[in-house]
């Protein structure tokens, strides 16, 4: 079983910046590709970012392309995601997930967290 934790949500203003950080209990963390994933109210959870196990490859969804940068630092066990140019849609709980395929699909990821909030104000 692989804890995920992630923090680093909160408030701020459209075009400011956050940068969210996921720690993921396991000494294999470089064996698991790692997602974000949000869910807005009302809405259906959807992939933001993920990153292949060493790191060298990501995706991105669309709505947030030359605006978030997902990264991954394997000898601590930390996922990020470096949000800029926020904009009040991207307001939602972001989730941090460890799975087997680097996709931007639920289903490919086994373990989740609990949830961060992100609020971007107008």
């Known amino acids: 079983q692989v804890q995920v934790v992630e923090s680093g949500g909160g408030l701020v203003q459209t075009g400011g910046s956050l940068r969210l950080s996921c720690t993921a209990s396991t000494r294999v963390f470089d064996s698991y590709a790692m997602g974000w994933f949000r869910q807005a109210p009302g809405k259906e959870r959807e992939g933001v970012a993920c990153?292949?196990?060493?790191?060298?490859?990501?995706l991105y969804a669309d709505s947030v392309k030359g605006r978030f940068t997902i990264s991954r630092d394997n000898a601590k066990n930390i996922l990020y995601l470096q949000m800029n140019s926020l904009k009040p849609e991207d307001t939602a709980i972001y989730y941090c997930a460890a799975g087997r395929v680097a996709w931007l699909r639920t289903t490919a990821y086994d373990y989740w967290g609990q949830g961060t909030q992100v609020t971007v104000s107008s």
């Open positions: 990153v292949y196990r060493g790191g060298g490859s990501s």
